[in-house]
T-cell receptor, first 112, second 115 residues
Framework: SQQGEEDPQALSIQEGENATMNCSYK?????LQWYRQNSGRGLVHLIL?????REKHSGRLRVTLDTSKKSSSLLITASRAADTASYFC????????????FGKGTMLLVSP | KAGVTQTPRYLIKTRGQQVTLSCSPI?????VSWYQQTPGQGLQFLFE???????NKGNFPGRFSGRQFSNSRSEMNVSTLELGDSALYLC??????????????FGPGTRLLVL
């Protein structure tokens, strides 16, 4: 079953614009991670934010986490055509396992 | 370090057959997880192996099974294939030290088509 729900399902922007994707989840988490997937290939890890963190940056990526609202957002600044991909949030519980529960993803299209 | 590798990359089978997919994790990683990705259901967790033992299992029928070898390589097997098993099967490895939700490193996937 899906834990995370991304919003929007699809997003189309121009190069140079910012892209914001949101993720909501249902149960308590240990951490939340964002992954990128290019057209039917494997997933690439982007960033991990722990439940006691509120914001994290990595290059052009900014992730926020609000555990009271059970939501997270991923901001990609100054988007490039190469950012075109599907983006997934994944939550990790406190089970002690490596298991991640993924949302259905946001498809981002960045046009030149 | 070499990344996670999966073989084969593409596979076509017919209903009723069985299939075995292979995954070689990043050197030093002891945990291997398998996920099924379909357009309708998205990414769903199948199972996780650590030190040759299944440590966690998703909600899939018993036709889906797996194992892990002493070198951490893993295989998953699907018996009596159904049309709905057509999917991208992704393998991911992590250090597996029992930490909650470690970063996982994914292979390119095996795309299975069942006719």
């Amino acid at each position: 079953s899906q834990q995370g729900e991304e919003d929007p399902q699809a997003l189309s922007i121009q190069e140079g614009e910012n892209a914001t994707m949101n993720c909501s989840y249902k149960t308590s988490i240990n951490n939340l991670q964002w992954y990128r997937q290019n057209s039917g290939r494997g997933l690439v890890h982007l960033i991990l934010i722990r439940s006691n963190e509120r914001e994290k940056h990595s290059g052009r990526l900014r992730v926020t986490l609000d555990t009271s609202k059970k939501s997270s957002s991923l901001l990609i600044t100054a988007s490039r055509a190469a950012d075109t991909a599907s983006y997934f949030c994944a939550t990790a519980s406190n089970s002690g396992y490596s298991t991640l529960t993924f949302g259905k993803g946001t498809m981002l299209l960045v046009s030149p | 370090k070499a990344g996670v590798t999966q073989t084969p990359r593409y596979l076509i089978k017919t209903r009723g057959q069985q299939v075995t997919l292979s995954c070689s994790p990043i050197s030093g990683h002891r945990s291997v997880s398998w996920y099924q990705q379909t357009p309708g259901q998205g990414l769903q967790f199948l199972f996780e192996y650590f030190s040759e033992t299944q440590r966690n299992k998703g909600n899939f029928p018993g036709r889906f099974s797996g194992r892990q070898f002493s070198n951490s390589r893993s295989e998953m097997n699907v018996s009596t294939l159904e049309l709905g098993d057509s999917a991208l099967y992704l393998c991911a490895s992590s250090l597996g030290g029992g930490h909650n939700g470690e970063t996982q490193y994914f292979g390119p996937g095996t795309r299975l088509l069942v006719l």
